[in-house]
């Protein structure tokens, strides 16, 4: 469960599965319904051309390198990106000194919770699917608007686990797994929690957008670790042996034949701060 677990993302170094960890978001990202709410988060991010635009939890910096490149060239144009990863910043400023930019970018090694500048700095500041492993997301948010400036644009994108769906025979069972996964995760529930968190923050010019994505029977099995899971759940008592083996039987043939459908929720949420 190392791709969805908290404690992997909220300590990528430590994993000593750097290389392992930016394969499995370069694979996220090629996944088309994932990319068009990346899109989503840049059309309301760059809707009235900022030039200060902050990524936080920008992970490889491709997201970075996707803004830098929308950017209007203005002299003073600048992108950030700030990650708690080490090892992940390095491959952000080593996949952009490649890229051949319009417009600088930067990376910095900082806390969601504690970010190092000054109040008002950036016109424009988004996250994806980081606030889900922070142990205080109320607090990423709080430091995502101080460090707009007033009217500026925050952009938050996450993923709903009490929403994910997968047709299958034993949705019992199914239920079992779900429940499991979601213990693995800080804040498993962040996506519908957005919308009210941007108004509890005084955010105005609330938008939301909600998009089911499909999830393939390969991209699930990678996310998920399922094998790993069922051993997991075996050896806690949740499942026997028997049921396991029966269960993974079943996704495994419905994946291999076709007869498969897997979704997620994910939310993009929008909102202005006071001017
Ligand atoms: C699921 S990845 C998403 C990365 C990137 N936003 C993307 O869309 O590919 C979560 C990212 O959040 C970072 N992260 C986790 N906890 C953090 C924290 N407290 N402060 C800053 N970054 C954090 C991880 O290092 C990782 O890069």
Redesign the pocket.
């Known amino acids: 469960m190392e791709h969805l677990a908290s404690s992997t ?4 170094d430590r994993t000593q599965h750097s290389s392992q ?1 930016i394969d499995y ?1 370069d694979l ?2 090629s996944q088309p319904p994932f990319q068009r709410m ?1 899109e989503r988060t840049f059309e309301w991010l760059l809707e009235t051309d900022p030039e200060q635009v902050l ?6 910096g ?2 970075v390198i996707d803004l830098a490149k929308r950017l209007k060239g203005s002299d003073t144009a600048q992108v950030v990106g ?4 080490q090892d ?1 910043v390095s491959e952000a400023r080593s996949r952009a000194d490649a890229a051949d930019l319009p417009v600088p970018v930067e990376f910095q090694t ?4 504690s970010l190092d500048f000054p109040d008002a700095t950036f016109d424009a500041v988004r ?4 606030l ?4 205080h997301p109320d607090q ?1 948010l709080h430091e995502m608007i101080r460090v707009t400036r007033p009217g500026g644009r925050v952009v938050i ?1 996450d993923v709903d686990h009490g929403g994910l769906m997968v047709d299958c025979t034993r949705p019992m069972l199914m239920q079992r797994i779900h429940h499991f996964v979601e213990t693995a995760l800080t804040h498993p529930w962040i996506g519908r929690r957005l919308p009210v968190m941007f108004q509890d923050a005084g955010l105005s010019d609330l938008r939301v957008d909600v998009q089911v994505a499909y999830l393939s029977f390969e991209f699930i099995t990678h996310m998920v670790g399922l094998s790993e899971v069922m051993t997991a759940m075996t050896e806690a008592g949740v499942f026997t042996k028997h049921e396991a083996d029966a269960f993974a039987e079943d996704m495994e043939s419905r994946g291999t034949s076709g007869r498969w459908y897997a979704g997620i929720p994910v939310f993009v949420v929008h909102g202005r701060t006071a001017a």
Not at 9 to 12: A, N, P, R
Not at 82 to 85: A, G, K, L, M, P
Not at 132 to 135: I, K, R, Y
Request: glycine share 8%; with cysteine.
């Open positions: 993302w909220s300590d990528v960890i978001l996220l990202r990346k990524d936080v939890g920008c992970g490889t491709a997201d700030v990650d708690r990863s992940l900082a806390d969601a919770t996250t994806d699917r980081v889900q492993h922070l142990d990423g994108s």
